[in-house]
């Protein structure tokens, strides 16, 4: 089992729509939460990330954090076709091993959205 | 634009030969990560170098290695290239060691033949 499940898509969706993309993960050691968003041949940009579990929002888009259900959410509201992408959950934690520390971060597999006009 | 810099943007090789890729990371930034992005395998963490030591490993296979110079900039190289190995190669940078808040370059497409 993969510690990081994205739900594969692809999704299409008209213009205007209220998107949902999630993953869940196995790890109760991760400690912060992100999404991306990667457009074709580009590297991956960072939308958001939060720290703790509730609901965080910026413009159109809301990261939800459920560590209980080991759930995370992105939704975009007010759809565009420029929000056509991929989006990749993101998830770390801090590691302290050996004597020295550094964090480690965990992708999903991407999920692909297209918004048609 | 992230501000992280990669070259070459693309690469067409053969197997067996030895490529290097370069990546600069964002002004103050001292950790650079490496991954590798493949259709299959998705976006997979390589390693991370912090102010010019290693400081985490991922799936990097011994054929490939990396190391961060004084100005930062690093350099990951891979070696008895085979066609799995082709893929976009990202490098990332981020201020600190916890890869919090990483930013992206644009890649490097490696075509191995």
């Known amino acids: 089992q993969k510690e990081v499940e994205q739900d594969p898509g692809p999704l299409s969706v008209p213009e205007g729509a209220i998107v949902s993309l999630n993953c869940t993960y196995s790890?109760?050691?991760?400690?912060?939460f992100m999404w991306y968003r990667q457009y074709s041949r580009k590297g991956p940009e960072l939308l958001m990330y939060?720290?703790?579990?509730g609901n965080k929002e910026d413009g159109r888009f809301t990261a939800q954090v459920d560590k209980s259900s080991k759930y995370i959410s992105l939704f975009i509201r007010d759809s565009q076709p420029s929000d056509s992408a991929t989006y990749l959950c993101?998830?770390?934690?801090?590691?302290?091993?050996?004597?020295?520390?550094?964090?480690?971060?965990?992708f999903g597999q991407g999920t692909i959205l297209t918004v048609h006009p | 634009d992230s501000g992280v810099t990669q070259t070459p943007k693309h690469l067409i090789t053969a197997t067996g030969q030895r490529v290097t890729l370069r990546c600069s990371p964002r002004?103050?930034?001292?950790?650079v990560y490496w991954y590798q992005q493949s259709l299959d395998q998705g976006l997979q963490f390589l390693i991370q170098y912090y102010n010019g030591e290693e400081r985490a490993k991922g799936n990097i296979l011994e054929r490939f290695s990396a190391q961060q110079f004084p100005d930062l900039h690093s350099e990951l190289n891979l070696s008895s290239l085979e066609l799995g190995d082709s893929a976009l190669y990202f490098c990332a940078s981020s201020t600190g060691l916890a890869q919090e808040t990483q930013y992206f370059g644009p890649g490097t497409r490696l075509l191995v033949l």
């Open positions: 993101a998830m770390g934690s801090f590691i302290n091993a050996g004597g020295t520390s550094y964090g480690k971060l965990t």
């Open positions: 790890n109760s050691a991760f400690q912060y």
């Open positions: 002004s103050g930034d001292l950790s």
């Open positions: 939060t720290y703790s579990s």
